[in-house]
């Protein structure tokens, strides 16, 4: 694979975003043509829900009931699961959830709340600063569709578990506890913040809202370049809290722009407004948003490349789970900028990446891609691990996505 020289941001403007990023192949206008022949609206989300929990209840028939399914292997035709302990355990318990809400199938539920007993015991798991993904993205979504008092009481326990892991000496919670680094914190920490949001107000206990604020100063602070994309890891001294390298773990190069962190900064950042109303953290999150959407590495169908730097072309792998992440995250942001045409902007992007994802280009065949929903994301193409595949969080986004746009612009 070709290395380009970075990229740096463009000016295009949102008039210019809404009607062409540059030339494109045929192959590229041929899909921009089938994605805006189609429209967003009950009928849309009411298919894409249906087809979903189809899909959702042929993998349930494939996962072990001690496991939670991770991705899929299709040369193997073989569903490659993961333990409670893996980060991305509570997406397809959350994923059911919003599947249940949504659709009003009971089977949804049902195979959640089996997952979630299996879960329960991460509650105390000191070893991860996946907590956020692993028991809000699950519990979270049942203790709001259920009112069950004892998830409560789980994600009340994890935020503590959680809590441990952020020390005053670098005013950060620690991500990593393998490898040769001091005092690792990867972008996607920030995902985990809103866990803590939520354990402040639930326990009235100010330290989890302090913590967050902590990390998320020093992520602005130190991991942003210039054009407001992410460096991946930052490994800091664990005493002093100075910054020691800047790196990556997952993307291209250590100057590079990984996808997937982008997105994770986009959606970490606008929920730091949304929980703080400090408009620092709306202004990050309009920085990465125009760094994702102007960037002339940004296929038309906004499904990006797996890092901004890769070689744009017909080979180079995309990221579904990425562009899920933003859909999501714009929807969202949608809701508090102060610009109209701005507002305007995010909604339509989101637009379009949904529109893309729900498109036979995204989507599987139905019974097909071992029941997983998305085809095509990558976790970690340096590491040749899960390198066009399905992700759990993947669909976990995408459903959130379709669930937000369903609440916020048709109801």
Not at 202 to 213: Q, V
Not at 329 to 335: C, T
Not at 373 to 378: A, D, F, P, Q, Y
Not at 397 to 402: D, N, P, T, V
Request: aromatic content about 12%; glycine content about 6%.
């Amino acid at each position: 694979m070709k290395i380009k020289q970075a990229l740096t941001m463009s000016a295009l403007g949102l008039a210019t975003f809404l009607n062409s990023c540059g030339p494109k192949s045929s192959n590229e206008q041929q899909d921009h043509e089938k994605v805006e022949a189609a429209s967003i609206n009950a009928d849309f989300i009411k298919k894409n829900i249906d087809f979903s929990v189809q899909q959702y209840q042929h993998l349930g028939s494939l996962v072990p009931e001690d496991k939670l399914p991770r991705t899929y292997n299709k040369e193997e035709d073989k569903l490659i699961p993961s333990g409670t302990s893996w980060w991305t355990s509570g997406f397809y318990p959350g994923t059911l959830l919003y599947l249940f809400e949504m659709s009003g199938d009971s089977s949804m539920l049902a195979l959640a709340e089996q997952k979630l007993e299996i879960l329960e015991k991460e509650k105390d798991n000191k070893g991860t600063h996946d907590l956020g993904f692993m028991l809000y993205c699950s519990f979270g979504n049942a203790y709001r569709i259920t009112g069950n008092e004892h998830y409560k009481d789980i994600m009340l326990q994890g935020a503590e578990s959680l809590a441990t892991r952020f020390h005053p000496e670098t005013g950060l919670i620690k991500s990593w506890d393998h490898g040769t680094w001091s005092y690792p914190v990867i972008i996607d920490n920030m995902m985990n913040l809103e866990f803590l949001f939520w354990a402040s107000e639930a326990s009235g206990d100010n330290k989890y809202y302090n913590i967050n604020l902590s990390h998320a100063d020093s992520t602005i602070l130190n991991h942003f370049r210039e054009d407001n994309s992410s460096y991946h890891v930052i490994d800091y001294d664990a005493t002093t809290g100075k910054v020691i390298q800047k790196k990556t773990h997952q993307g291209l190069a250590d100057d590079s722009a990984w996808a997937r962190g982008q997105s994770w900064g986009l959606y970490g950042f606008t929920v730091m407004y949304r929980d703080t109303k400090d408009p620092k953290y709306l202004e990050q999150a309009e920085k990465i948003a125009a760094f994702t959407l102007e960037h002339p590495n940004m296929p038309e169908d906004l499904v990006p490349y797996w890092d901004f730097n890769a070689a744009a072309s017909d080979t180079t792998y995309r990221d579904a789970s990425a562009a899920a992440i933003n859909a999501s995250a714009l929807l969202e942001l949608n809701q508090y900028t102060k610009d109209a045409k701005k507002a305007e902007w995010y909604k339509s992007a989101a637009e379009k990446i949904l529109l893309s994802l729900s498109s036979e280009k995204y989507q599987a065949q139905l019974g097909k891609n071992g029941g997983f929903i998305l085809e095509h994301s990558v976790g970690s193409l340096p590491h040749n691990s899960e390198v066009d595949v399905p992700l759990t969080y993947a669909d976990y986004y995408y459903i959130e996505a379709l669930k937000r746009y369903q609440d916020w612009f048709l109801n």
